[in-house]
């Protein structure tokens, strides 16, 4: 049932901003634009579910006949909100002309879930894959890290709903460390410069700082496990973001270093062991016996 999954409320929030986005801040975001990064996206994420991707490669045809088997139909049917999530996360935040760089995005984001997977948990955040993919292999993706500008308003609303989102799936130490971390560099590079706490105020005050700390770095099922690995790995974060931003002059700093950082995740739950988070159980009388998890 809706609203039964926190995934939910990321659908609901990350819709809404977008309709925000396109009618308070001038956005010039075409339909037939967003049309092709939702349905790449879903599209992807039905066609390797439906295969079962699991590097095993297992046999196509049997899972694509016109009466799949009921684990395949459980899989689609949990996994279509997760790939709508990293949809709406793509249109917030990658810009693009041409159909096949935002095609590419997408299918790179979904694919990245079961192409890079270590003990069957994938380590790179979809919609940040999809991103840099977009960034590396074309001429026409761009991204804006000050669309949102700097109202206070953004702040209060996006630290209103993305607290809801946190408090569900108990990520919040995520966020708080990283942005705290960042705080901190920045105003030491504010005192050491002689800036005023107004250029710090404005720093903090980015939309799109509060959407990346709030709702994507903190994706539960591609994030370290443990609570202590965390706050390592968000601080971690922060001082490749600072290091990129102002050492090499990169705008999508952020982004860059959730990319580079994302495969020490596998390190860290390797020295820091901790209960894997699950979105859904559902009965293995689709598989078998016992439980089995879907991301």
């Known amino acids: 049932m809706i609203f039964q999954d926190a995934r939910d409320y990321q659908i609901l929030f990350l819709g809404s901003f977008l309709l925000l986005g396109i009618s308070t801040r001038d956005w010039t975001l075409r339909p037939d634009l967003i049309l092709v990064l939702i349905l790449s996206c879903l599209l992807t994420q039905i066609l390797l579910s439906g295969a079962g991707f699991d590097f095993k490669m297992v046999t196509l045809m049997p899972r694509l006949s016109l009466n799949p088997p009921l684990h395949w139909r459980y899989e689609v049917a949990l996994s279509w909100r997760s790939a709508l999530i990293t949809a709406l996360g793509l ?7 041409e159909y ?18 270590f003990r069957g948990k994938h380590f790179f ?10 960034l590396l292999f074309t001429n026409d993706a761009w991204v804006s890290p000050g669309q949102w500008g700097t109202d206070w308003w953004y702040l209060l609303l996006f630290l209103g709903t993305g607290g809801m989102i946190l408090k569900r799936v ?11 971390a960042y705080t901190i560099l920045e105003a030491m590079r ?11 105020h404005h720093q903090l005050m980015s939309g799109s700082l509060l959407l990346f700390a709030l709702f994507m770095l903190t994706d539960p099922r591609s994030i370290p496990n443990s609570y202590f690995s965390r706050l390592i790995w968000a601080i971690a974060l922060a001082v490749l973001t600072f290091i ?10 952020m982004f860059w270093a959730l990319f580079i950082l994302s495969p020490c995740t596998i390190f ?20 078998g016996a016992g439980l089995e998890t879907i991301s």
Do not use: M
């Open 268 to 287: 860290l739950d390797k020295v820091w062991s901790a209960p894997r988070f699950s979105w859904q159980f559902i009965p293995r009388r689709a598989y």
């Open 125 to 134: 955040n979809p919609a940040n894959f999809g991103i840099i993919a977009a």
């Open 170 to 180: 108990g990520r919040w130490d995520t966020s708080a460390a990283f942005l705290l």
């Open 100 to 117: 096949s760089t935002l095609a590419l995005a997408g299918v790179g984001a979904i694919a990245s879930k079961f192409f890079f997977r």
């Open 91 to 97: 249109c917030l935040l990658l810009r693009a002309n």
């Open 244 to 253: 990129l931003q102002h050492q090499f002059y990169l705008e999508t700093a």
């Open 190 to 200: 504010n005192f050491y410069l002689g800036w005023s706490w107004d250029v710090l």
